[in-house]
């Protein structure tokens, strides 16, 4: 964030009237600088500037922590200590939406100057196959940010074009000129992108990402702005479905583990490592680590105050049993509660609460590996390098089966790729249903699938239930303050309203 403020700060230096002065006084080079007459040259200039496109997501100020305390804790599944974008008391001044702001604008210029000077590259070792690929993966990446912008902000400006200082500062688009733009950068990368990388560039955007993601826009924009694009959802989603590149594994915990990242039913997700130096340096050596396990680790085993889940998830988990007449495989591998031989890091459930046995915490994605004990995450001593999963095979089956549904009212193949979800655990599958049943069903089956994962507040609120989903009593327990009319989204950072004078006014529910 301070990168862009001295971005702002220029911009506005160098549109204010100059009068007596040398203009040769005004025509310093850097020579520490490359400049981009000088970079642009080569297919490995190409390459580093992508791999420059995916540095700020990995930080701390983005998936690596504060995006997932502005999705994870906005949820009615959890009921975060802090009243801060967890609840729906969020300050404009808040440092964290400051940061994290600041780094979605980093990875967006980024984009935008591949896109406008990688074509123009002329080095015959620069296959058309490499050039397109990473066109494809700035494509893409504009496309992810604009939507997690546009979900979590709404009023954004638009930028797509490479970004002079007097463009650093534009007005808030129309929410629908967003959506159309998502849509079309997805749509140029996926002729773009390739369907796997090899071993070395694991993690990079691929064909089945963009599809997953524009599939989801639709779905999503169908629900929020009542486009009605239920069809064209299904047919991207189901371009996956069909193509056999990705499967379930075999056991839904095999996702959030030490050592599961980039399995088979990954489509795209956020890489993370145990590098722990720098703090928003914006470099090979920046903050890699999952910072955001001390945010979601249970009460009294994280510097941060500690995460508690609503009681109404784990009665979800339990209000069914498996084929074998069993609990749902997912409560252990997604919660903490008060099951036999449960453990908190190293220690026994009943040793961790025993003034508190009924306490719920979150179990998805802590590294619990042996020999790690709590204190030994986050910024101190051992980081955690379990991926931020941001699109997953499980996701795109039930997307698919929301969007089908929906297109064609009681679908069997809805239906399907429902029953393969729950197949995978072991579940026994749903039957024949109106539309109306089967809509609920499959709401139902996202939260048990995917909680703790990023979309369950977004999903409330393409779904109309924000404003009945959050009860007077279901945040108390922790202090969190209740639903707000006009707060469904997080207020535009007020260093956006004080320094860019086309934000005339405060995103509603914060004026």
């Known amino acids: 964030m301070k990168e862009l403020r001295?971005?702002?700060l220029m911009a506005f230096i160098l549109q204010m009237p100059v009068s007596g002065c040398d203009d040769d006084l005004l025509e310093v080079t850097d020579e520490n600088r490359l400049s981009p007459e000088v970079f642009w040259q080569?297919?490995?200039?190409?390459?580093?500037?992508?791999?420059?496109?995916?540095?700020?997501?990995?930080?701390?100020?983005?998936?690596?922590?504060?995006?997932?305390?502005?999705?994870?804790?906005?949820?009615?599944?959890?009921?975060?200590?802090?009243?801060?974008?967890?609840?729906?008391?969020?300050?404009?001044?808040?440092?964290?939406?400051?940061?994290?702001?600041?780094?979605?604008?980093?990875?967006?210029?980024?984009?935008n100057s591949i896109l406008a000077r990688v074509p123009l590259i002329e080095d015959p070792v620069f296959t058309d196959a490499a050039k397109n690929a990473i066109l494809g993966e700035a494509y893409f990446l504009r496309a992810l940010q604009y939507f997690h912008l546009l979900t979590q902000y709404r009023n954004v400006p638009l930028v797509t074009t490479e970004l002079a200082l007097k463009e650093v500062r534009n007005p808030p688009a129309n929410p629908l000129d967003v959506w159309d733009q998502i849509i079309s950068d997805l749509q140029a990368a996926?002729?773009?992108?390739?369907?796997?990388?090899?071993?070395?560039?694991?993690?990079?955007?691929?064909?089945?990402?963009?599809?997953?993601?524009?599939?989801?826009?639709?779905?999503?924009?169908?629900?929020?702005?009542?486009?009605?694009d239920y069809a064209l959802a299904a047919t991207e989603l189901k371009k996956i479905v069909d193509s056999g590149i990705y499967q379930l594994m075999a056991d839904h915990a095999d996702n959030f583990c030490?050592?599961?990242?980039?399995?088979?039913?990954?489509l795209f997700e956020i890489q993370l490592d145990n590098t722990k130096a720098g703090w928003n340096t914006d470099t090979e050596n920046d903050l890699r680590t999952a910072a955001w396990?001390?945010?979601?680790?249970?009460?009294?085993?994280?510097n941060q105050g500690g995460m508690e889940v609503n009681q109404f998830v784990l009665d979800a988990f339990l209000a069914e049993t498996n084929n074998d007449g069993g609990e749902d495989p997912r409560a252990r591998s997604t919660l903490l509660f008060n099951y036999p031989d449960a453990m908190v890091y190293e220690t026994p459930f009943v040793e961790a609460f025993p003034d508190d046995l009924g306490l719920i915490a979150i179990r998805k994605s802590l590294d619990m590996r042996p020999g790690k004990t709590a204190a030994s995450f986050g910024f101190d001593g051992l980081g955690s390098?379990?991926?931020?999963?941001?699109?997953?095979?499980?996701?795109?089956?039930?997307?698919?089966?929301?969007?089908?549904?929906?297109?064609?009212?009681?679908?069997?193949?809805?239906?399907s790729a429902l029953n393969e979800v729950r197949d995978r655990s072991n579940?026994?599958?749903?039957?024949?249903?109106?539309?109306?049943?089967?809509?609920?069903?499959?709401?139902?089956?996202?939260?048990?699938?995917?909680?703790?994962?990023?979309?369950?507040?977004?999903?409330?609120?393409?779904?109309?239930?924000?404003?009945?989903?959050?009860?007077?009593?279901?945040?108390?327990?922790?202090?969190?303050?209740?639903?707000?009319?006009?707060?469904?989204?997080?207020?535009?950072?007020?260093?956006?309203?004080?320094?860019?004078?086309?934000y005339e006014q405060q995103n509603e529910g914060y004026r």
């Open 42 to 111: 080569t297919g490995e200039h190409a390459n580093r500037a992508a791999i420059g496109m995916y540095s700020p997501l990995a930080n701390q100020f983005g998936w690596g922590r504060m995006r997932v305390q502005h999705t994870v804790h906005r949820g009615d599944a959890t009921n975060p200590p802090r009243g801060e974008a967890g609840n729906f008391g969020a300050d404009p001044a808040l440092t964290t939406l400051e940061w994290s702001w600041g780094e979605y604008w980093k990875v967006i210029l980024r984009t």
């Open 6 to 8: 001295h971005i702002l």
């Open 385 to 415: 390098p379990i991926n931020w999963k941001m699109i997953r095979y499980a996701d795109v089956l039930l997307l698919y089966a929301e969007a089908e549904n929906e297109a064609t009212p009681g679908s069997a193949l809805a239906l």
């Open 190 to 228: 996926q002729p773009l992108l390739p369907q796997a990388w090899d071993d070395e560039n694991l993690g990079r955007a691929t064909w089945g990402a963009a599809t997953a993601l524009l599939g989801k826009t639709y779905l999503y924009r169908s629900g929020i702005d009542g486009t009605n």
């Open 293 to 302: 396990e001390a945010d979601i680790a249970p009460v009294g085993f994280s």
């Open 258 to 266: 030490n050592g599961c990242d980039n399995n088979a039913e990954s």
């Open 427 to 502: 579940m026994p599958p749903r039957a024949t249903a109106d539309q109306a049943t089967l809509r609920q069903l499959i709401r139902d089956e996202r939260l048990l699938e995917l909680v703790f994962e990023g979309d369950r507040y977004y999903d409330l609120l393409r779904w109309g239930l924000v404003p009945g989903a959050f009860t007077d009593e279901l945040k108390s327990r922790a202090g969190g303050l209740q639903y707000q009319s006009g707060r469904e989204y997080l207020p535009i950072p007020q260093i956006e309203i004080d320094t860019n004078p086309f």
